[in-house]
């Protein structure tokens, strides 16, 4: 917890034009957001599927989060099977063989936090796949209910559809189990209307004859996903998405996009096309604690046509991450591609190049996009090869991917790795080879404390013009407690201040992580941008300086010099095309900041936004999620310089338009 003793009170700050350095044009994509599926972002989070484990496919002993749902005496063994798959892809699938059927016998999925959240009323579209075996003669129900509030009662019936004799494909029974004949797959779809809200709904299937039935596949989606898109995400996480107008996505990690193996990186050609076939891949963030925990699995429902869709729809540049030939140096053992190998991973690129922006006609990877409901092209003007990456190994690999990819897609920026940390040995040697090797942007990372920020919030000033330009791509300020605390969002904004002014060097910059589930089990990394549990979601002080800085991003920067040193202040300075000034402030310190703005400044309307609160340790929770947020006030303005004071522990747009 910070602690702080007043002292005189701070100096006057005094900004005024400096005539030695001229205006920058500020890139488009200096704010953006990082997703990674960290914290159970994507399934249980933003992807907006209800069923957890839908394909059975989880490498687990039982079939994870699924229960048993026996009734009035029913009893059944079930299992997982592969036999005849619906797809080879994902080719698991659940038997129930019930013995007794008793009034329904099947199982339960609760969803990925005890209980699935409906309105009554609203609509949910049901899919799944069977087939009966053993010459099966009885009928499938499927129910969405909610459980009883005493033990021994009925749950509430919310929702059902109903299987008939006939609907199903069955297998003829044979003399032994292997004589039984495997019947094909049958696709069930419906659209489920609850009849009351629920916020712990579970939804189960039953067999009401004793006998074989196979389950594939089995899902609930609500039709209010954003934009009412089919596999769509989830609306109240958008919108906070949206608020920010990033205009830079960087997915799909992180350490997620290299994985702890060959085995387990996130291969985009794995996450598009039918959902169905889309592989299952192990969240190498289930791993952390040191052991597998096998309960955190990513479907891949989200996936890179989902991503690019995302961006469009915000109005975003993508900024996917692939491999530089190596998996997670983090990871122990790494795994090192052959050097003779690396084409596979130039064709990876390429060919994901072509997914996004190529011709349906002509190129198969474009065809697939087309057929996902996209026939125009994504925009796709960047992509990072490597993540955190390193020394020897990734040098003799990087040059090897990149200089292929940029010979074949000139118009493509590739961003490339600095090494997993700043101001140290391993970051001293990317910049030297990678300015020596010619490269375009280089991605830095500083998870640090409030000191370093403070004492940086200046270092772009000195870096090379010609150098690398840089992407602020995971950034977040450490405190001891690893609290999102509006002082760790002050120190913050102090670095962003040094991005808007240098942004002729720092290109790019976005926040990480992005999302922290409340409802998921186990590790959890702190801190993070935007909390959320399966009803409620709230913006950390964090959250709300990025919103404050990106959505006041001047087109132009407007240098000025300062009268005098303040060690706690921070500014930065800038015009919109329109004419409108805006002016960014800062202060890190616990005494109101007193300045004047010695800019010549037209009459006009003042706006003044404000991020701050009395306590420096001041979060914000799920009970209170606005306890730091934006304030704003308006008045207006006669024109010339502006006096003002700063509130302790602030950052402050002033928006002056004419």
Known sequence: ???????????????????????????????????????????????????????????????????????????????????????????????????GAGTGCGVRNRGFANGMVVKAGAKYDLKF????????????????????????????????????????????????????????????????????????????????????????????????????QPNGLRPDLVEKLAALQPKLIRFPGGCIAEGDDFMSWFDWKRSVGPVERRYLNENRWDTEGGKRNLVYWQTQGLGYFEYFRLCED????????????????????THYAPLDSLDYFVTNICDLIEFATGNPATNPWAKIRAEMGHPAPFALHYVGIGNENWDKPFFDRFPLIASK??????????????????DEGRWERAWEFMTKYGAEILDEHYYRPPDWFLKN??????????????????????EKGRENSLHSAICEAAMMCGFERNCDVVRMSSYAPLFNNLDAPGYHWRPDMIWFDKTRVFGTPNYYVQKLFATNRPDVTVPVKAGVNCATAFWSVGQKLDGTTIVKLVNAAGEAQPIALDLALSAGTLTVETVTDADPNAVNTIDDPERVTIKTTTEAFAGGSLTRELAPWSATVLKLAK
């Open 1 to 99: 917890m910070l602690t702080h003793v007043l002292v005189a009170a701070l100096p006057l700050l005094t900004l005024a034009p400096d005539a030695e350095k001229t205006s920058l044009d500020v890139p488009e994509t200096l704010y953006g957001i990082f997703f990674e599926d960290i914290n159970w972002a994507a399934d249980g989070g933003i992807y907006a599927e209800m069923v957890a484990n839908r394909g059975f496919d989880w490498r687990t002993e039982r079939p994870g989060y699924w229960e048993y749902d026996f009734r009035g005496g029913a009893e059944a063994r079930v299992t997982q099977e592969w036999a005849k798959p619906l797809y080879p892809e994902n080719a698991q699938y659940l038997r129930i063989e019930a013995i």
């Open 129 to 228: 796949y069977a087939r009966g075996t053993d010459g099966y003669t009885g009928s499938l129900r499927v129910v969405l209910e909610k459980p009883a509030a005493e033990k021994g009662k009925a749950p509430e019936l919310l929702a059902e559809y109903k299987v008939a004799p006939g609907e199903l494909k069955v297998g003829k029974a044979g003399a032994t189990p292997f004589d039984r004949e495997l019947a094909d797959w049958t696709k069930f779809t419906a659209v489920l209307e609850p009849t009351a809200d629920a916020t712990n709904a579970t939804l189960s299937i039953l067999l009401d004859t004793k006998g074989i039935v196979d389950l594939e596949f089995v899902s609930l989606f609500p039709e209010e996903t954003y934009k009412r």
């Open 314 to 333: 915000l109005g975003a540049e993508p900024l996917p991450i692939c491999l530089a030939g190596l998996t997670c140096q983090y990871r122990r053992p």
């Open 405 to 422: 990819v940029k010979a074949l897609y000139p118009n493509v920026t590739i961003v490339s790795s600095s090494g997993p940390n700043v």
């Open 457 to 478: 919030a200046n270092r772009y000033d000195t870096y090379s013009r010609t150098a690398p330009k840089v992407y602020a791509g995971e950034y977040a300020c450490h």
